[in-house]
Nanobody, 123 residues
């Protein structure tokens, strides 16, 4: 499975961005997909996840109510709609896919990773 993330950029606080992640390869084996982020000097952290066939979603508390994860099975594409962005959301955002579980916030549970896309929120 190959993942290609896009959609990052520079936005002012309070603004919005939508990230996309397109999967290719043996996508029928994917159980769940997720978004993680890594800010400078910090560890990678879970942002949001989606069970790929059931469509169930789960979020980190820090983004709940502001971010929405969704998926389009026909296009093998996952999205992250980010609203009400704050400077603390600044990070490189990575998409990931797992063939082993329908639900996980643990980066170790994910088997494939995209290249990352930078989101910068200015104050």
């Amino acid at each position: 499975v190959q993942l290609q993330a896009s959609g990052g950029g520079l936005v002012q606080a309070g603004g919005s961005l939508r990230l996309s992640c397109t999967a290719s390869g043996r996508t029928l084996r994917v159980f769940a997909m997720g978004w993680f982020r890594q800010a400078p000097g910090k560890e990678r952290e879970f942002v949001a996840g989606i069970s790929w066939r059931a469509g169930s979603t789960f979020y980190a508390d820090s983004v709940k109510g502001r971010f929405t994860i969704s998926g389009d099975n026909a296009k093998d594409t996952m999205y992250l709609q980010m609203n009400s962005l704050i400077p603390e959301d600044t990070a490189v955002y990575y998409c990931a896919a797992t063939l082993r579980t329908f639900y996980s916030r643990d980066s170790n549970a994910y088997d494939y990773w995209g290249q990352g896309t930078l989101v910068t929120v200015s104050s």
